[in-house]
């Protein structure tokens, strides 16, 4: 009996515990958003508010479950083994918040690239765990029984190894993508490395939390282990989005704190950089002169052939 509690409600009570510490997160997270960014675009806010919105409908129906199997049905063994509307609400709220936060990221990507194949590729990788998770909602109405688990196979792989694997193809788009942009210039080189940092973190937490959920779910199918690693999932997605809009401020204070725009001089060679927001995308800017030394021959439109200008953009 003991065992059957451990694998039915305590992984159930894990997932919540883990989901609610979380919160904390959350709230500091969106209040720091509204503060910094009054005046946001309403496209942005609609999508920080939806997620908000919709995590709180994943957390109700979270300690739902845990409610029902814990208190109002303690100790009857025969309700342990078929699941209940909150499993089926999850399923059906969890998506909206998943679907925004990897849309944010692809256009990210999109506005850096201009990649319209690869473009295509993420979105419907997107898509289709997006279908994964709606059919695994309709298919736990339809068979609730933990012993017909098995049926619910094909949808939860779909929705769960899609979702994966669109996480780590965008955290790859746009590392593989800033990489390619690496230049001399020391500035550019540092903003780069720290935007490639940003994206695996905020990338390959929800891709390793899908990826324990599939794996639990296809290896201990009479239990509910998977709900360890799913239940934090929608709030994992919303810092991730938060973080990303947030950190807009983070590269505006640096930038006007010593790291751009700078100028400086070493002989005749002068640097600038700039850097500045277009649309949540991060973009830095390097110019780069060289000045005519004595000596230095001219062509017939007055141009020095030592003059080199250079720049790059960068999310």
Not at 15 to 44: E, T
Not at 193 to 205: E, P, S
Not at 262 to 273: D, F, I, K, L, V
Not at 276 to 288: A, D, I, P
């Amino acid at each position: 009996m003991a065992a059957v509690y451990d694998k039915v409600l305590g992984t159930l009570l894990i997932g919540s515990w883990v989901n609610a510490l979380l919160a904390p997160f959350i709230v500091v997270s969106s209040i720091k958003y509204f503060k910094l960014f009054p005046n946001d675009s309403f496209i942005y806010k609609a999508m920080v508010y939806t997620c908000i919105v919709f995590n709180i409908a994943c957390c109700i129906a979270e300690f739902s479950s845990v409610y029902l199997y814990v208190v109002t049905h303690w100790g009857d063994v025969p309700y342990l083994a078929n699941q209940y509307w909150p499993f089926m609400m999850f399923c059906f709220v969890s998506w909206p918040g998943a679907l925004i936060v990897e849309g944010y990221l692809i256009y990210r990507y999109w506005r850096l690239s201009s990649n319209i194949v690869i473009t295509i590729v993420l979105v419907l990788a997107v898509l289709t765990g997006t279908a994964g998770t709606i059919l695994s909602g309709i298919y736990v109405s339809k068979y609730s029984r933990y012993e017909d688990r098995e049926k619910l196979t094909t949808p939860v792989t779909m929705w769960f190894v899609s979702n994966a694997g669109a996480d780590v193809l965008i955290t790859l788009a746009l590392c593989i993508k800033l990489w390619t942009m690496k230049s001399n210039f020391k500035q550019t080189d540092k903003v780069i490395h720290r935007l490639i940092g940003g994206a695996m973190t905020t990338g390959c937490a929800p891709a390793i939390l899908a990826a324990c959920t599939v794996i639990f779910f296809l290896s201990m199918p009479q239990s509910n282990a998977h709900a360890t690693a799913l239940y934090p999932l929608g709030s994992v997605y919303t810092l991730t989005l938060l973080y990303n809009l947030n950190n807009r401020h983070s590269q505006k204070n640096e930038n006007s704190h010593g790291s751009g725009p700078s100028r400086s001089m070493t002989g005749a060679r002068m640097e600038s950089t700039a850097m500045e927001t277009m649309g949540g995308v991060q973009v830095h800017r390097v110019v780069r002169m060289d000045h005519p030394k004595e000596g230095t021959k001219f062509n017939d439109d007055g141009d020095s052939y030592n003059n080199e200008l250079s720049t790059k953009s960068i999310v």
